[in-house]
């Protein structure tokens, strides 16, 4: 697969994705504590999906009347092109002529193009059965893939990693984080902050000219520092009109090797940060990976936009370009 670079344009919808991300992962931290379960949280995230799929197409349809009411002056023009910056598909009905039907059919075809949809649910991969949620919960000793379910009930002292993913605009964001529940032991916290900060070193290095290696390398230099493992089972990834693009991101690596890093790449960065070994186990329904040690994991990711000024977290919303 060739290594897509994203436009400006492109970037910028990505953002708006990655908002949107963001705000229904704070959603599912937030409500994560002692006596939820993972399946409450999948559901959080289900509203969250379908409230902002209503939004998308209640904007769709607003614009698209204004849009059949204005004029051909120039003040006209101007309020079309902002209308139309996002859902282009709408300058059609500036055309002379447009019936009924047509606005209609305009309408149907954008809100397909811009629609809210889970990145997770049904999600196949390399043979296993469709991921049934919209959220991947792994509570404690998971690294990733946990599928929510109502029996998985958050405990006090438990550390859960809620990663999430979410296509808008046509394109993905990717986003995780690992959030202690209540008072959990000094082990657990440091495990959380190491896996945290490990991910800040690698988005500090997300910049022009940079190579994968140095990525892998700040990340995996820091954590084994620290005491702990990466995994290397599984890495990050590029990100764009498809979840998984080129190129993987490891977590581990050389400083100096692998791909240098362009303007216009977008990659989910996600280091997996084990207390005990970096070796893994896939439990039998095929998704769920756990330590093969049993030791606790903490698994934290942002999607991010490589441009001229500098790494641009798209998945934080205090982030601009150059300030991550």
């Known amino acids: 697969m060739r290594i897509q670079l994203k436009s400006p ?4 919808l990505m953002r708006a994705s990655g908002l949107v991300a963001a705000e229904i992962l704070e959603d599912m931290c937030q409500a994560a504590k002692p006596g939820v379960s993972t399946w409450d949280l999948d559901q959080i995230g289900r509203a969250g999906i379908a409230k902002h799929a209503r ?3 209640q904007e769709i349809v607003d614009h698209a009347s204004a849009i059949t009411k204005l004029g051909s002056s120039d003040s006209a023009k101007a309020e079309l092109a902002r209308l139309t910056e996002t859902y282009t598909g709408l300058r059609a009905l500036a055309k002379p002529g447009q019936s009924g039907s047509d606005l209609d059919q305009v309408i149907r075809s954008e809100v397909e193009k811009h629609k809210v949809r889970s990145a997770f649910l049904n999600y ?3 043979g296993k059965p469709p991921y049934p949620g919209v959220v991947c919960t792994s509570r404690n000793e998971v690294i990733v893939h946990g599928i929510p379910r109502k029996g998985d009930v958050i405990a006090e002292g438990d ?3 809620i ?6 605009h046509g394109f ?6 690992t959030v202690p529940v209540g008072n959990v032991s000094p082990q657990k916290r440091k495990l959380v902050e190491v896996g945290r900060d490990s991910l800040e070193k690698a988005i500090a290095l997300c910049r022009v000219g940079s190579r994968l290696g140095d990525l892998g390398h700040a990340v995996q230099s820091y954590v084994e520092s620290m005491g702990f493992s990466v995994v290397r089972q599984f890495v990050g990834h590029g990100t764009g009109k498809q979840m998984h693009e080129d190129p993987q991101v490891p977590n581990f690596g050389k400083p100096g090797t692998e791909k240098r890093l362009k303007s216009g790449l977008v990659i989910a960065v996600e280091p997996m940060v084990n207390a005990g070994t970096p070796d893994v186990e896939e439990l039998a329904d095929e998704w769920t990976a756990v330590t093969k040690d049993r030791s606790m994991s903490a698994h934290f990711e942002h999607t991010i936009a490589i441009t001229d000024e500098g790494p641009w ?3 934080r919303p205090s982030s601009t370009p150059g300030s991550p």
Not at 9 to 12: A, F, K, N, V
Not at 172 to 177: K, L, N, V, W
């Open 9 to 12: 344009d492109e970037i910028r």
């Open 55 to 57: 939004r998308i197409e």
């Open 124 to 126: 196949n991969a390399g």
């Open 159 to 161: 550390i859960i990693g």
């Open 163 to 168: 990663d999430f993913g979410i296509f808008m």
């Open 172 to 177: 993905c964001a990717d986003t995780a984080r």
């Open 313 to 315: 977290v798209l998945t």
